[in-house]
């Protein structure tokens, strides 16, 4: 079993950066595909953001692409992703998942391919 961990959430103006932080305990992260996702009230769990197991990999959805950049420290069992130039419309819950298979089906928006979730932490991104 492996136990997630979202922090580093809050309310920040636009233009503004957060970085948020996802700490695995249990097991050792290095076996994980990790990604982010967000949900907004109302709407649906978006894919957001997917490091590799190595870390050599990433992607983004388009929306975030220059602005978020996902790292991973598996020493520290931490998987990060940093946020600049928020947006309101960035205000969401967010959320870290970790897939043991790195083949998703369906590819990387699919959230059945996640096998483990994280409570979630909140960003509010003020006008």
């Known amino acids: 079993q492996v136990q997630l961990v979202e922090s580093g959430g809050g309310l920040v103006q636009a233009g503004g950066s957060l970085r948020l932080s996802c700490t695995a305990s249990?097991?050792?992260?290095?076996?994980?595909?990790v990604a982010w996702f967000r949900q907004a009230p109302g709407k649906e769990r978006d894919f957001v953001a997917l490091?590799?197991?190595?870390?050599?990999?990433?992607s983004y959805t388009d929306s975030v692409k220059g602005r978020f950049t996902i790292s991973r420290d598996d020493a520290k069992n931490t998987v990060y992703l940093q946020m600049n130039s928020l947006k309101p419309e960035d205000t969401a819950v967010y959320y870290c998942?970790?897939?043991?298979?790195?083949?998703?089906?369906?590819?990387?928006?699919?959230?059945?391919?996640?096998?483990?979730w994280g409570r979630g932490t909140q960003v509010t991104v003020s006008s």
């Open positions: 490091i590799s197991r190595s870390g050599g990999s990433t």
């Open positions: 998942a970790a897939s043991i298979n790195p083949y998703l089906v369906g590819g990387r928006a699919n959230i059945n391919n996640y096998n483990y």
């Open positions: 249990g097991r050792a992260f290095s076996g994980y595909v």
